[in-house]
């Protein structure tokens, strides 16, 4: 396996199990919208998705505040994001080999703070590119560019690992390899060409070189 200088993490589906805590808001949100009680299966279409994309694809009247109240019931969603098993050993393994980390996502910053820095995950991220730091988002390449600008590594030193199609398009704009995080996966569709699959997060290990 190649090495690399830096290892960049999707959040959701990737590092944390999310899944039931935005997809159960998303049902009460299609209801208050349409009137409509859609099952667990059928928002699970909107898994892979980034945030505003699923507003689009719902033709939702005003965006930017569904969205936010969306972002509110998730956050108020009482299970909660759990991270996936393997990951403390993943992140001071690469740690330890001199391997920078980072992670890109489409979470907010208050979304970040609840799931992610309170579980103390921060220590071991050199850079974290969140919804507000880049005008566009996956899958245009530019928060994966923007990370590693401020990494201050090349694309070619560089993995990003993901769950989603959006994440897999974002890498192949920003000319990176991909790692395709199966685990946290609930779609196959379009990632056709993955550098690497990873079946758990344990087998990131094989990262350190």
């Given at each position: 396996?190649?090495?690399?200088?830096?290892?960049?993490?999707?959040?959701?589906?990737?590092?944390?199990?999310?899944?039931?805590?935005?997809?159960?808001?998303?049902?009460?949100?299609?209801?208050?919208?349409?009137?409509?009680?859609?099952?667990?299966?059928?928002?699970?279409?909107?898994?892979?998705?980034?945030?505003?994309?699923?507003m689009e694809e719902l033709k939702v009247k005003d965006k930017e505040k569904t969205?936010?109240?969306?972002?509110?019931?998730?956050?108020?969603?009482?299970?909660?994001?759990?991270?996936?098993?393997?990951?403390?050993?993943?992140?001071?393994?690469?740690?330890?080999?001199?391997?920078?980390?980072?992670?890109?996502?489409?979470?907010?910053?208050?979304?970040?703070?609840?799931?992610?820095?309170?579980?103390?995950?921060?220590?071991?991220?050199?850079?974290?590119?969140?919804?507000?730091?880049?005008k566009q988002h996956k899958p245009d390449p530019a928060p994966l560019l923007e990370?590693?600008?401020?990494?201050?590594?090349?694309a070619s030193e560089a993995i990003y690992i993901g769950d989603a199609l959006s994440?897999?398009?974002?890498?192949?704009?920003?000319?990176?390899?991909?790692?395709?995080?199966?685990?946290?996966?609930?779609?196959?569709?379009?990632?056709?060409?993955?550098?690497?699959?990873?079946?758990?997060?344990?087998?990131?290990?094989?990262?350190?070189?």
């Amino acid at each position: 396996m190649k090495k690399y200088k830096a290892v960049i993490y999707d959040i959701d589906g990737t590092i944390l199990n999310t899944l039931n805590m935005n997809m159960y808001p998303l049902i009460k949100i299609i209801q208050e919208e349409t009137g409509e009680l859609w099952s667990f299966e059928q928002v699970l279409k909107f898994a892979p998705y980034p945030g505003m994309k699923v507003m689009e694809e719902l033709k939702v009247k005003d965006k930017e505040k569904t969205y936010a109240r969306w972002v509110k019931y998730v956050n108020e969603y009482e299970e909660g994001a759990s991270l996936y098993d393997g990951f403390h050993e993943v992140f001071e393994c690469l740690k330890s080999h001199g391997i920078i980390q980072a992670v890109v996502s489409a979470k907010t910053i208050k979304q970040y703070e609840i799931d992610f820095i309170s579980k103390g995950l921060d220590k071991y991220m050199s850079a974290a590119i969140l919804a507000d730091d880049t005008k566009q988002h996956k899958p245009d390449p530019a928060p994966l560019l923007e990370c590693l600008k401020r990494l201050n590594v090349d694309a070619s030193e560089a993995i990003y690992i993901g769950d989603a199609l959006s994440d897999y398009q974002a890498s192949q704009n920003a000319h990176m390899d991909f790692g395709y995080a199966k685990w946290g996966s609930v779609s196959e569709k379009g990632i056709t060409n993955p550098d690497y699959i990873f079946e758990k997060p344990s087998d990131l290990l094989s990262l350190k070189g």
